[in-house]
């Protein structure tokens, strides 16, 4: 069921993130800072931000569609903050023969993460 993204503000409260579709239609994730008019697209690519899971100082937690281009698949992934072109994926190299679809808990602070494997099989 559809419902819309939830902005993850930034401890300071001067600034979030939030998951909305850029031009292209594709939903990716937006940092608005509250003295500006425009957001800045921290993600872009032929594929989708599911969602926004834990955000610290240092680096902002998605699930995502993007690896291998598989649309069907949620991997998760960790983009520093002070460099967006700093994105790691955390879960892509796993076990990608018997898990593609992976879901997440994080701790208070998110210190610690749990991941879910929910398949292929």
């Known amino acids: 069921r559809f419902r819309p993204a939830e902005p993850h503000f930034t401890?300071?409260?001067?600034?979030f993130y939030k998951i909305i579709s850029n031009e292209?239609?594709?939903?990716?994730?937006?940092?608005?800072?509250?003295?500006?008019?425009?957001?800045?697209?921290?993600?872009?690519?032929?594929?989708?931000?599911?969602?926004i899971e834990a955000l610290t100082s240092d680096y902002l937690y998605y699930i995502s569609n993007e690896y291998k281009g598989m649309p069907g698949g949620r991997n998760l992934y960790k983009i520093q903050l002070n460099d967006y072109t700093k994105v790691m994926c955390l879960s892509c190299d796993l076990n990608p023969d018997r898990c593609q679809y992976y879901s997440v808990s994080f701790s208070q602070g998110a210190k610690y993460y749990q991941l879910r494997c929910s398949g292929p099989g």
């Not at 401890?11 to 600034?15: I, K, L, P, T």
């Not at 239609?25 to 969602?51: L, M, P, S």
């Open 24 to 51: 292209e239609g594709y939903k990716h994730i937006c940092h608005f800072q509250t003295d500006k008019r425009n957001c800045i697209f921290i993600t872009k690519g032929a594929w989708e931000v599911i969602g």
């Open 11 to 15: 401890s300071d409260g001067n600034s």
